[in-house]
């Protein structure tokens, strides 16, 4: 009876230590690219280790975490429109979350225009928000930070 004890309570905790041995499976990249003189699109590309996913920045509140980007106020710096995705986004339903979720696995660049003031050299910065799932779990929600030269 011990040894059978003894091996449910090892079970158990080699369960605990797994979970609690997951690091982000996303891996980021930041970087400028020049559009014209003053204008640049900066690009920030998620790469997402399989089986996981990380929702669209349109993917419903309350549906996991929506990507959301937040630019630092820069006043060198004026944003373009909206932030832009490109990738291949997949959609459906979540009974978990009794909702239509959009998200994007492997690979999601988000894109954002900008216009520098001036002729100073600047940076642009901010935070990334995002949460990964896979077929059996989500990570809790991580937040990236980031800090682009634009050249």
């Known amino acids: 009876m011990k040894k059978i004890l003894s091996l449910i309570l090892l079970l158990i905790a080699g369960s605990f230590l797994a979970m609690a041995d997951v690091k982000d499976p996303v891996s ?20 997402v280790t399989s089986p996981w996913h990380i929702y669209s920045m349109t993917s419903p509140k309350g549906a996991g975490q929506p ?10 710096i004026s944003l ?5 995705e490109n ?3 997949q959609s459906e339903y979540s009974k978990d979350f009794d909702a239509t979720v959009k998200y994007y696995s492997n690979k999601v660049e988000f894109v954002q225009n900008v216009k520098v003031k001036g002729t100073a050299k600047t940076n642009i910065s901010g935070t990334i928000e995002y949460m990964v799932c896979n077929d059996e779990r989500c990570l809790p929600p991580a937040t990236k930070t980031f800090d682009i030269k634009l050249p």
């Open 80 to 84: 373009v429109g909206a932030v832009k």
């Open 67 to 76: 990507t959301q980007i937040n630019f630092k106020k820069n006043p060198l």
């Open 28 to 47: 980021w990249s930041f970087t400028a690219k020049k559009k014209s003189d003053k204008s640049y699109d900066v690009v920030i590309t998620a790469t």
């Open 87 to 89: 990738g291949k986004l």
